[in-house]
């Protein structure tokens, strides 16, 4: 059967996709023999770099979608969408604190990314993990918890094994209101990024064919309540609010591939600078919008934040077109300011480089995979140059 990513620019058309609707279902995958032994857990396929190989065994966990209270934690199937996830918590009173502006993930693998929102004092999804369930490489269930063991394995990636449900550091549920308005990219720096400290959500995006920045404000309301904003200068464009499920997702049903990094703080506004006079430059009728988002510090050893404080800038390539020299452009200008790739966007870094990104925290992840995957059961060819032996690279 064919499969292939949400973009569709990883293509696998005589993949094997098992349903694992259970962890009894998972075990009994990694028992039996199938391809070139290489098992891959798919979610959403919304992930843009190359996370499978050809001839990988592919696993669904779309049925692993229930939320079952235990002993007063909230356990979540690890393979159901973000968009269904919203209404399910919203029935317990519950929300997540934060999430992207796209749901079409699943559970399990947005937190394997890395995958973040925005917002000064707001980390990654993967931060609010508090539980794990896991099987492991030689089928046996681990019930992972504490700080000191998920900091190693909040982001994954899929290298230590197959995670059926996950319990998150939840709140309780609220409103959000939205607002967007026309501004100068350069006031949105002014006075240390002043304006994204002021909201609880801030972000811009900054289209290269009309050299237009659009910023994009949430705050947060009472449930049921109506927006009482202050209104901005330079005109408004637009705004919202309701649950903060319905409000956090944008309308992203245009297909495109993407690469994002995460630069330091401090550094966010010089690369984006140099970033947009490149784009100028050389891409000057691209419609797709570069990102600007300020995501907080956690302490995960494969986290592009590294406990800092970070701006998070992607840009985007319509899925129709070839992605390879817009990105190619821009890649040594994230990096020459420090950046750190999203794992789950494209980038081209090689083992070296990602050792010079994370130092001792990725050598600490590479051993840990190694001690729960020993024969390699969940080691991809995408992966094992950077997670695998030296050999590999």
Request: charged share 20%; net charge negative; with cysteine.
């Amino acid at each position: 059967m064919a499969w292939e990513n949400w973009s569709g620019a990883q293509q696998f058309p005589e993949a094997e996709l098992t349903p694992l609707p259970s962890e009894a279902a998972v075990q009994r995958w990694l028992a039996a023999p199938q391809g070139s032994g290489v098992r891959r857990v798919v979610g959403a396929g919304h992930s843009f770099s190359p996370l499978w190989g050809a001839g990988e065994a592919l696993g669904s966990l779309e049925g692993l979608d229930g939320v079952v209270l235990e002993d007063g934690q909230l356990w979540l199937g690890a393979g159901q969408r973000l968009a269904d996830l919203g209404p399910k918590l919203a029935a317990h009173g519950l929300a997540l604190a934060n999430q992207g502006d796209i749901d079409r993930q699943s559970l399990a693998g947005a937190l394997a990314t890395g995958t973040h929102g925005t917002g000064w004092a707001l980390p990654s999804l993967a931060a609010m993990v508090t539980g794990m369930r896991l099987v492991d490489g030689e089928g046996q269930i681990h019930v992972l918890t504490g700080p000191e063991t998920l900091d190693g394995t909040r982001i994954h990636l899929g290298l230590l094994g197959v995670v059926t449900a996950l319990a998150l550091r939840l709140r309780p549920a609220y409103g959000l209101a939205e607002r967007n308005a026309k501004v100068p990219f350069e006031a949105l720096f002014e006075g240390n990024h002043a304006r994204f400290r002021s909201q609880r959500h801030g972000e811009f995006w900054w289209i290269p064919a009309s050299d237009e920045t659009i910023f994009k404000q949430l705050r947060e309301i009472p449930l049921g309540g109506s927006a009482r904003l202050d209104p901005l200068p330079f005109g408004g464009v637009g705004e919202r609010w309701g649950p903060a499920w319905q409000i956090f997702p944008s309308d992203r049903d245009a297909r495109f591939n993407e690469m994002e990094y995460s630069v330091p703080l401090e550094a966010g506004p010089a690369c984006f600078r140099e970033l947009r006079q490149a784009l100028l430059k050389d891409f000057p009728k691209l419609p797709w919008p570069v990102e600007y988002r300020i995501v907080a510090g956690d302490r995960g050893w494969l986290s592009p934040t590294q406990g800092q404080r970070v701006a998070a800038i992607s840009v985007h390539q319509d899925a129709r077109r070839p992605y390879g020299p817009l990105f190619d452009r821009v890649e040594p200008i994230f990096r020459a300011f420090g950046g750190r790739p999203h794992w789950g966007k494209r980038f081209s870094l090689d083992r070296a480089a990602f050792d010079d990104c994370y130092g001792e925290n990725l050598e600490r992840f590479r051993a840990l995979r190694r001690r729960w995957d020993p024969e390699g059961r969940f080691l991809t060819a995408g992966l094992a140059p950077i997670f695998g032996d030296a050999a590999d690279a």
